[in-house]
Nanobody, 125 residues
Framework: QVQLVESGGGLVQAGDSLRLSCAAS????????MGWFRQAPGKEREFVAA????????HYADSVKGRFTISRDNAKNMVHLQMNSLKPDDTAVYYC??????????????????WGQGTQVTVSS
């Protein structure tokens, strides 16, 4: 079973950048599609970005397209989310998630099998 731990969140100003990281344990990591989701207070968890198990294909929510970049390093069991030009609306708890072996990416949280504990991102105006 893959386990996930996020890091890199913090308090930044609008226009700043942050890089979130997700460290995975377990040899099956390289076979998982990986995603980033976020949840703001009082709102449902929403899709942010996803990457296929080989890293050959990525998918982004319209709200972050052009500003965020997802990447993975299977040799290091890591997934990253580079977030540029941050806006106050990006404030949320960000979660890393993994989808079963050799599955493709998906925007639905229910399609992901393993989750990290989340890391808080706060963007001030």
């Amino acid at each position: 079973q893959v386990q996930l731990v996020e890091s890199g969140g913090g308090l930044v100003q609008a226009g700043d950048s942050l890089r979130l990281s997700c460290a995975a344990s377990g040899r099956a990591f390289s076979s998982y599609a990986m995603g980033w989701f976020r949840q703001a207070p009082g709102k449902e968890r929403e899709f942010v970005a996803a990457i296929t198990w080989r890293g050959g294909s990525t998918h982004y929510a319209d709200s972050v397209k052009g500003r965020f970049t997802i990447s993975r390093d299977n040799a290091k069991n890591m997934v990253h989310l580079q977030m540029n030009s941050l806006k106050p609306d990006d404030t949320a708890v960000y979660y890393c998630a993994g989808r079963r072996i050799y599955a493709g990416t998906d925007t639905r949280p229910t399609e992901y099998d393993v989750w990290g504990q989340g890391t808080q991102v706060t963007v001030s105006s």
